[in-house]
């Protein structure tokens, strides 16, 4: 089976990438050949067109209608399938939605964020003075702790059956420790 999932396909939705409806939304109506599809974005203001498949980003979305459905037919299976509102959850519009924040920035919003970054880095770093400073002194920098202070929890939990078993080892070893004790009174 193949990991990859987004295929070029009917009802496949996917992002202009060039042009004059770059970002817009679209859903893929035909494939023509192997570098052309027949594209439609009618909730998005996309006519029906042409386009070339590397000028596409594929979403991880599909729509069902049938091949070569009108555009009447395209239009109700995005409604239906509320494509805006899925892809304004995805990661994918956030970063889209950052990036145009940042490409729209002025001067001045360029001023204000370098300055609100660099009280950020003034609390994160004071934060973590204090933190390391409490590590170094109890030794745990470097991995062991020094006398008199509390140790760290283990990385595994002991579980009650565990404690069993150390029990039933020492049950099992009467002679040695009874040989033990002769040898302490001779």
Request: glycine share 4%.
């Amino acid at each position: 089976m193949s990991s990859f999932t987004r295929f070029v396909e009917t009802g496949r939705v996917a992002k202009c990438a060039v042009g004059k409806y770059k970002g817009r939304l679209v859903a893929i109506v035909n494939v023509i050949d192997q570098n052309r599809v027949l594209i439609d974005g009618p909730t998005s203001g996309v006519p029906r067109q042409q386009y070339a498949v590397n000028h596409l980003h594929l979403t991880k979305f599909r729509v069902r209608f049938p091949h070569t459905a009108r555009t009447r037919l395209v239009r109700d299976a995005l409604e239906k399938f509320d494509i805006r509102k899925k892809f304004e959850e995805t990661r994918w519009y956030e970063r889209s939605v950052a990036k145009a924040k940042r490409f729209s920035m002025n001067d001045f919003d360029r001023f204000k964020l370098r300055l609100a970054r660099r009280e950020r880095n003034a609390i994160v770093s004071a934060q973590y003075k204090k933190m390391k400073k409490v590590v170094v002194s109890n030794g745990m920098l470097f991995g062991k702790p020094r006398k008199g202070t509390k140790p760290l929890p283990s990385k595994r939990e002991k579980k009650p059956e565990d404690a069993a078993k150390k029990k039933k080892k020492k049950a099992k070893n009467p002679k040695k420790e009874a040989g033990k004790k002769v040898a302490a009174k001779k």
